[in-house]
């Protein structure tokens, strides 16, 4: 071999190692393309063993998946969208498509349009669309065909089911549970393979329980009262304390008030008297006098419009809607339960 022929085999080696890496790349890719577009279709012929086990639960299992994936397509906006189908209600899910076809066929996910198109193998046919940046996962497709094949049950939304006492579920380890939530988090755990951890020490206890009912971290004497309690109720009585303080209707209604947007000023520069402080004064109230759900609004009523129909009279420019809905002055409550609450939301009123 020349010196030539030596420097242009040398010089060949790296251009070979290149073409067989881009080779090997590009294989990769294709066969990676291949199983991701294959991945509904073995979802779609999977058995279902563990799903046909558990009995599916529309507002825990399905209704998040129809409305992260599905409904802004198929939702209430699908009129102005020109789809017919839409999904956000039971009629409309089971309604005639036409030429026989129906999205859901409750009991026969076989027959079921919803199902065939999830795990269709054609990008043009599967749903949700390529082109929507949305797409069901293997275990999202099962749910969907094991609900359907149970029936298809639909559920109201869960804030307008009645709770219900469940029963509790079986565990191999019966001596961990000490109340009836402890089974609950055991099932869970031996679910997944898993044990429970070790009992927290006394220290971290007092700190886990101020902080989920109080907001704010025991005091070093607050421990320490604890730590010195060695009576078989302690951490009953520590709990009892903490629902008593006033902390605690604070800690517990800031989600409700986050729920209503509730702000104690308008923002930056447009800042002026705002009176919503006496509605949040009232939601910690109720929370700290333990009063029921279903009794406090209903019970509350004359007192919650004489205090509104008071606060809109200071305001500088009252709204005659608000103020034609409230009852007038003489229909205030004299001497009725619901003065309590008028005294308890008034008790910083400026005179």
Same mark, same amino acid.
């Given at each position: 071999?020349?010196?030539?022929?030596?420097?242009?085999?040398?010089?060949?080696?790296?251009?070979?190692?290149?073409?067989?890496?881009?080779?090997?790349?590009?294989?990769?890719?294709?066969?990676?393309?291949?199983?991701?577009?294959r991945e509904p279709v073995q979802a779609a012929r999977s058995t279902q063993d563990s799903s046909s086990r558990t009995r599916i639960d529309f507002n825990r299992d399905i209704r998040p998946i129809l409305s992260d994936k599905c409904l802004a397509c198929h939702g209430p906006d699908a009129p102005n969208k020109r789809i017919?189908?839409?999904? #956000?209600?039971?009629?409309?899910?089971?309604? #005639?498509?036409?030429?026989?076809?129906?999205?859901?066929?409750?009991?026969?996910?076989?027959?079921?349009?919803?199902?065939?198109?999830?795990?269709?193998?054609?990008?043009?046919?599967?749903?949700?669309?390529?082109?929507?940046?949305?797409?069901?996962?293997?275990?999202?497709?099962?749910?969907?065909?094991? =609900?359907?094949?149970?029936?298809?049950?639909?559920?109201?939304? =869960?804030?307008?089911?009645?709770?219900?006492?469940?029963?509790?579920?079986?565990?191999?380890?019966?001596?961990?549970?000490?109340?009836?939530? #402890?089974?609950?988090?055991?099932?869970?755990?031996?679910?997944?393979?898993? @044990?429970?951890?070790?009992?927290? !020490?006394?220290?971290?206890?007092?700190?886990?329980?101020?902080? !989920?009912?109080?907001?704010?971290?025991?005091?070093?004497?607050?421990?320490?009262?604890?730590?010195?309690?060695?009576?078989?109720?302690?951490?009953?009585?520590?709990?009892?304390?903490?629902?008593?303080?006033?902390?605690?209707?604070?800690?517990?209604?800031?989600? %409700?008030?986050?729920?209503?947007?509730?702000?104690? @000023?308008?923002?930056?520069?447009?800042?002026?008297?705002?009176?919503?402080?006496?509605?949040? !004064?009232?939601?910690?109230?109720?929370?700290?006098?333990?009063?029921?759900? #279903?009794?406090?609004?209903?019970?509350?009523?004359?007192?919650?419009?004489?205090?509104?129909?008071?606060?809109?009279?200071?305001?500088?420019?009252?709204?005659?809607?608000?103020?034609?809905?409230?009852?007038?002055?003489?229909?205030?409550?004299?001497? @009725?339960?619901?003065?309590? %609450?008028? @005294?308890?939301?008034?008790?910083?009123?400026?005179?």
């Amino acid at each position: 071999m020349t010196t030539a022929d030596g420097n242009s085999a040398m010089s060949d080696k790296p251009r070979l190692r290149f073409i067989l890496k881009f080779s090997a790349l590009l294989i990769s890719c294709v066969l990676s393309g291949q199983a991701l577009r294959r991945e509904p279709v073995q979802a779609a012929r999977s058995t279902q063993d563990s799903s046909s086990r558990t009995r599916i639960d529309f507002n825990r299992d399905i209704r998040p998946i129809l409305s992260d994936k599905c409904l802004a397509c198929h939702g209430p906006d699908a009129p102005n969208k020109r789809i017919k189908l839409r999904l #956000d209600s039971e009629a409309s899910a089971l309604a #005639d498509l036409g030429r026989g076809r129906r999205a859901i066929v409750p009991g026969h996910p076989e027959q079921s349009e919803l199902v065939r198109r999830i795990t269709a193998s054609d990008d043009g046919m599967r749903m949700p669309p390529v082109d929507s940046g949305r797409s069901l996962t293997g275990r999202e497709i099962e749910l969907l065909q094991a =609900w359907i094949k149970q029936g298809a049950p639909w559920q109201q939304h =869960w804030s307008f089911i009645p709770p219900r006492r469940s029963e509790l579920p079986r565990v191999k380890n019966q001596d961990w549970p000490r109340n009836g939530i #402890d089974y609950f988090v055991l099932e869970r755990l031996e679910h997944e393979g898993l @044990t429970p951890a070790p009992e927290a !020490d006394r220290a971290t206890l007092v700190r886990r329980v101020s902080l !989920d009912l109080t907001g704010l971290p025991p005091t070093p004497a607050e421990v320490d009262a604890f730590l010195s309690d060695q009576s078989p109720n302690a951490y009953e009585k520590l709990v009892d304390r903490l629902l008593g303080s006033p902390r605690y209707g604070e800690r517990m209604a800031f989600r %409700w008030l986050d729920a209503a947007r509730y702000a104690d @000023t308008n923002g930056y520069q447009i800042d002026g008297e705002r009176q919503m402080w006496r509605w949040r !004064d009232w939601v910690i109230e109720a929370f700290n006098r333990n009063l029921p759900f #279903d009794g406090s609004p209903s019970s509350n009523w004359p007192a919650t419009c004489c205090l509104a129909r008071r606060s809109i009279k200071r305001s500088p420019r009252p709204s005659t809607a608000i103020t034609a809905s409230m009852p007038k002055a003489a229909s205030c409550p004299k001497s @009725t339960q619901s003065n309590t %609450w008028l @005294t308890a939301w008034t008790r910083h009123q400026p005179s």
